[in-house]
Nanobody
Framework: QVQLVESGGGLVQPGGSLRLNCTTSGIIFRFYSMDWYRQAPGKQRELVASISSGGNTNYVDSVKGRFTVSRDNGKNTLYLQMDSLKPEDTAVYYC???????????WGQGTQVTVSS
């Protein structure tokens, strides 16, 4: 019933840009805080960016100034604009919807981002 589907990943050169999308269904999107996580091989899953139901944003230090998280409540969609990409940004990126404490949380399947020359 609930679905979070990421798209927009791919292979880009260092310094390039990519926009990730997370389309959702089965939840009242505007009530959920939304996050982007990433996980590189052999590393722990890392919270990259968050946007609250009210539009407040937070970023991990390593992406500040390069990534921008946004949401479109009319389209039930979360975005991550990634600029000035670095090889260390290479990871599977996951969309996360968080309705806690009143509701539960949900995860997407992930989309691969590879930054390499």
């Amino acid at each position: 019933q609930v679905q979070l589907v990421e798209s927009g990943g791919g292979l880009v050169q260092p310094g390039g840009s990519l926009r990730l999308n997370c389309t959702t269904s089965g939840i009242i999107f505007r009530f959920y805080s939304m996050d982007w996580y990433r996980q590189a091989p052999g590393k722990q899953r890392e919270l990259v960016a968050s946007i609250s139901s009210g539009g407040n944003t937070n970023y991990v230090d390593s992406v500040k100034g390069r990534f921008t998280v946004s949401r479109d409540n009319g389209k039930n969609t979360l975005y991550l604009q990634m600029d000035s990409l670095k090889p260390e940004d290479t990871a599977v990126y996951y969309c996360h919807a968080d309705g806690r404490p009143r509701r539960r949380d949900y995860w997407g399947q992930g989309t691969q981002v590879t930054v390499s020359s």
